[in-house]
């Protein structure tokens, strides 16, 4: 079972950044695909960024393309999100997820709240 912790959310005016961060408790980091996702109350879990294992491919949703950016530190089973020019839209519960290759998700964080003011 792999348990997934994500920290780094809060509160931050339009235009700040955020860096979000998601450790995973595996011995196959290296080769797990990791994503990030957020929800909003009322709308369905939305597909932020994923990387992909070993080869570290990246990819984005339209809405975020430009603004953020995921990565992954392999020695310390933890990817990040580092968002920048945020907008009140932005706001939502962001989850970190993991799998055997992106798009295919089995483990999911508790989610961190992230709140743009305007």
């Known amino acids: 079972q792999v348990h997934l912790v994500e920290s780094g959310g809060g509160l931050v005016q339009a235009g700040g950044s955020l860096r979000l961060s998601c450790t995973a408790s595996t011995r196959t980091f290296n080769s797990a695909a990791m994503g990030w996702f957020r929800r909003t109350p009322g709308k369905e879990r939305d597909f932020i960024a994923a990387?992909?294992?070993?080869?570290?491919?990246?990819y984005y949703a339209d809405s975020v393309k430009g603004r953020f950016t995921i990565s992954r530190d392999n020695a310390k089973n933890t990817v990040y999100l580092q968002m920048n020019s945020l907008k009140p839209e932005d706001t939502a519960v962001y989850y970190c997820?993991?799998?055997?290759?992106?798009?295919?998700?089995?483990?999911w964080g508790q989610g961190t709240q992230v709140t743009v003011s305007s």
């Open positions: 997820a993991a799998g055997p290759a992106t798009g295919y998700w089995d483990h």
């Open positions: 990387i992909s294992g070993t080869v570290n491919n990246t």
